[in-house]
């Protein structure tokens, strides 16, 4: 296990870049790192793990061999989280073992506890998890999946913005805004489309 491969998933602001160690059809085990490390935190760690599990060490946005969020862009643990759920989507892992080191640690409880049915075991390094008052946990638990959900959907939709004809680019902004007038329509679209060639 001292042999490891590079890994590479896009992302819509590049890529997040991790390293994998073991056989591809061992059992999945995602490594999380902690504040300000990266993938190599595990080095020395997986050599003397169980060798039938496929270790997968991601770096998290920001870190390590990962791109950086756009300029100005704050780095929640949601947007962790987040992470996560891409890397596992790319790695096609519908169930999956967590370790998470520190900070990786507190995304990789709310990870489970957002998706606990892609999480079979939790390993936890110098962390207790993620903590939430109970009278919170219902309603926490709903808005915060159904975000990451919506995000991670319109990002698999993304297509090429499609070119259509001033008019019947006035007729779908009014459809989806019925409030507007067809001359308040007209105002929005002078700055809030850009004519091509093709419309």
């Known amino acids: 296990l001292g042999m490891f491969s590079e890994l590479k998933f896009p992302v819509p602001w590049g890529h997040v870049a991790a ?15 902690g ?4 993938a190599n935190t595990f080095d020395k760690l997986i050599p003397l793990l169980p060798r039938d599990c496929y270790y997968v060490a991601m770096d998290f946005s920001g870190h390590g061999l ?5 300029a100005g862009s704050p780095y929640y643990f949601l947007d962790y989280v987040t992470d996560v759920r891409r890397v596992a989507a790319a ?5 999956f073992t ?12 709310m990870f489970s506890f957002l998706y606990p049915e892609m999480v079979d075991k939790l390993i936890l390094l110098e962390n207790f998890g993620f903590l939430l008052a109970p009278e919170d946990t219902e309603a926490w638990l709903k808005s915060k999946r159904m975000v990451i959900d919506r995000l ?23 459809e989806a805004n019925r409030h507007l007038t067809a001359e308040g329509g007209a105002i929005l679209l002078q700055r809030g489309a850009t004519e091509t060639p093709a419309g």
């Not at 990962?66 to 756009?70: D, I, L, N």
């Not at 790695?91 to 169930?95: E, G």
């Open 19 to 33: 390293k994998a160690w073991g056989p591809s059809e061992g059992h999945p085990v995602l490594c999380l790192h």
């Open 98 to 109: 967590l370790m998470g080191h520190s900070m990786g640690g507190s995304v990789a409880g």
């Open 66 to 70: 990962s791109s950086h969020r756009p």
């Open 152 to 174: 991670l959907s319109l990002e698999a939709k993304q297509q090429t913005p499609k070119a259509r004809s001033p008019e019947a680019a006035l007729q779908r902004l009014l």
């Open 91 to 95: 790695l096609q892992w519908r169930r």
């Open 35 to 38: 504040w300000l490390d990266n």
